[in-house]
């Protein structure tokens, strides 16, 4: 082969791949554009313009007053586009950029008008699309921002970028915080209510078109949602803040003089099992408590001898006992164990008087003595009474109730039942405990406790809920009768007479004292104890029931010194601000003349304080209030023409009264108005000006 031919050969094959490559690119591009075209034009879509999810207020949670125990307001977050609208003028921006950093300076305080100035010239001269101008606005302050220059350019003129987040606080703050709990992004599940409910407070999340920018930043295309924000539904809860508040101060008070490691009280309605208070602290600091830990639902322990509830009424229904059957103290002597009286003996005594003053060998030997032979027959009573179930609670984090049976592997059948009598080898929340007592107090009627009444949307009920019924009865009224008689005694009579007793009104329960475990040492480490009281009250018609436990005191351990007098405090304070608990039946008292303090006023209103007071209103014609010796109370109706009378009223009834009817109104003094310039009835023009004197 020639040279010549040999280089057109390299060339034709060299002009051949050139041409088979020219051809494999542009079918390629033909693919690409073509065939491929709308998913690449996604794909560039998605790397630039995007849709993100914007999140919902979330609900509110009230308590069973209407009070506010968490709600969400908005918080905002500022921006500035360097160049958009009316400032993509220079001339615009320079005129007004000083007085909008003089502005700025004043308002936060953070920077120097200067160091403001210098900041938003630089973001100019690198022509920032998305500036950052600060974080945590309130609603308020960003109505203010909004007027300050180049802001008040207008929606689109101004280049102010408003993006909207929501923060959740507390109106109360620590007031029920562990109960009412939170949700935030590094907790999967929610705590308390806020987690239990979070399908329904967290609401539905809107949508907003971002764009991405230079440097990776994603900035909302306007300032409309394309799918707006659905807000969450409100929890009306059952707590009461006042009870909550008395509940709290009273624990933290008791914990802090007994230096103990942590503490709970829960507080509930007896018939609705509705809780109206639910304290925990934990010790963080020498005189320093919080609520860190839910003790309430999720503490777990021995309950010592607030259990001795349920073997008594074990030894009743089965009648193995009666009240008056006498029985031996002090001391119980079991193989491996004595078990001991921590006030020693008090001789032979009755059943009553031995639970009254909580004997731990009477109560052992009496449950051995009784069950020894057939030990299931003592545990089956538990087990039919669900003690070893849990109260299926609203609120997450609700610890597995430990009752053992004779077919554990733990099960030792000559200390376990003796032990368990007055309560050790068991582990119960301190809820647990009270649901079962507050059974006693609801004539045995065996309720769940529900922290939650309703879930409102728009003010509207969308979901109601009322305690589960655990056991219709748990005992005969018979035995039921006994009980109350000796939870009635442990007061008035025995461990809680110079603690918890109150001559106002009467009040049931159980003193409690348990050696508890120390960590992994168990019982051989150091000495721990838990004091407790578990009760009702008023113990003739129970409304309230309630247990305070208080986790390793120093010093005096004791349940009816720890606990009882946080009880009593509690229960004092709760009886006294029921209306429906503490009110004595009204006195009639013939030719009475003496009237009762009250400033003239809206008859609705004063009709109602004269109801709650147990007085009959009746309406007369007549301008006084006045008493009628046979019907009660008798209330203004204020004349319908003219001026209006308002001698006797309050400052602010007087105004509301003279301004509705539409007149001006000059006033003299303070306290009651004593007389007005112009007369009740008189026809004088609207607008005139009546002086209103007061004393």
Known sequence: MSIRTNILLRVYLAFGLIVLFAVAVMVQLCRVQFVQGKKWAAMQDSLSIRYVNVEAARGNIFAQDGSMLATSVPEYELHMDMVDGAIADDKVFYE????????????????????YSRYLRDGRRDSSRYLLIKRKVSFQDLKQIKKFPIFNLGKYGGGLIVLQKNKRIL?????AARTIGYKNENVKNGVGLEGAYASFINGESGKRLMQRIAGGVWKPVNEDFEIAPKEGADIMSTLDVNFQDVAQSALLKQLIKSDADHGAVILMEVQ????RAVANFTKVAPGEYQEKFNYAIAGNQDPGSTFKLASYMALLEDKKVDTSTMVNTGFYKIPGHMIKDSHGSIGVV???????????????????????????QFTDHLYDWHLNEKLKLEIPGEAQPVI?????????????????AYGYEMQLTPLKMLSFYNAVANNG???????????????????????RVIKDKICSDVTLGKIKKMLEGVVTEGSGKHFVYNPLYNIAGKTGT?????????YRGKRQYQASFVGYFPAEKPKYSMIVVINDPKGDYYGASVSGPVFREIADRVYSSDMDLNQASPIRVANNTQVPQAKSGQQKALQEVYTKLKLKP??????????DTNEGISAETPAKKGVPSTVGMGLRDALFIMGNAGYKTAVVGSGTVVRQSVGPGSIIPKGSKIVLELE
């Open 618 to 627: 009746q309406t007369v014609k007549n301008n006084q209030a006045a008493i």
């Open 404 to 420: 053992k049976n004779p077919e554990n592997k733990s099960w030792n059948k000559n200390m376990t039942l003796p032990q368990m």
């Open 445 to 467: 009627k065996y309720i769940a406790p529900i922290f939650v009444k309703e879930i409102r949307r728009l003010g509207n009920p969308i979901e109601q809920f009322q305690a």
């Open 96 to 115: 007004k950029v000083d007085s909008l950093a003089m502005k700025l300076s004043a308002f936060f305080g953070d920077k120097s008008a200067r160091d």
């Open 350 to 376: 009755t059943v009553k008087k031995a639970f009254e003053l909580s004997s731990n060998a009477a109560v052992a030997f009496l449950v051995n003595n009784a069950y020894h032979e057939n030990q299931s």
């Open 272 to 275: 609705t099992g509705e809780v």
């Open 514 to 522: 348990a050696q508890v475990a120390d960590a992994n040492k168990g």
């Open 171 to 175: 109106p109360y703050r620590s007031l």
